[in-house]
């Protein structure tokens, strides 16, 4: 499949991290919790208005807004 948006991805949709687009101190923040090209990502779900999201990374539970997911860049894998 193709690169998309992390925004796009649907409720358990899963890929790879291709890219962080974020600079300064949000491109900072995203590294630091672990959001890396070749991290692997499973969407766990999305709040009532969609915004945020839930995403597994490794043994971990984030959310993010979709104000931060447009800027990572996933392969995804269905």
């Known amino acids: 499949m193709g690169k998309i948006s992390?925004?796009?991805?649907?409720?358990?949709?899963?890929g790879i991290i291709r890219s962080v687009k974020a600079e300064?101190?949000?491109?900072?923040?995203?590294?630091?919790?672990?959001?890396?090209?070749g991290t692997d990502i499973k969407i766990l779900g999305r709040a009532p208005l969609y915004d945020p999201?839930?995403?597994?990374?490794?043994?971990?539970?984030l959310t993010l807004r979709n104000s931060e997911a447009d800027?990572?860049?996933?392969?995804v894998q269905d």
């Open 53 to 61: 999201v839930a995403l597994r990374v490794g043994d971990f539970t």
């Open 24 to 37: 300064g101190e949000l491109g900072r923040r995203i590294r630091d919790m672990g959001l890396t090209p």
């Open 6 to 14: 992390m925004r796009k991805m649907k409720k358990n949709q899963s």
């Open 71 to 75: 800027y990572i860049e996933v392969e």
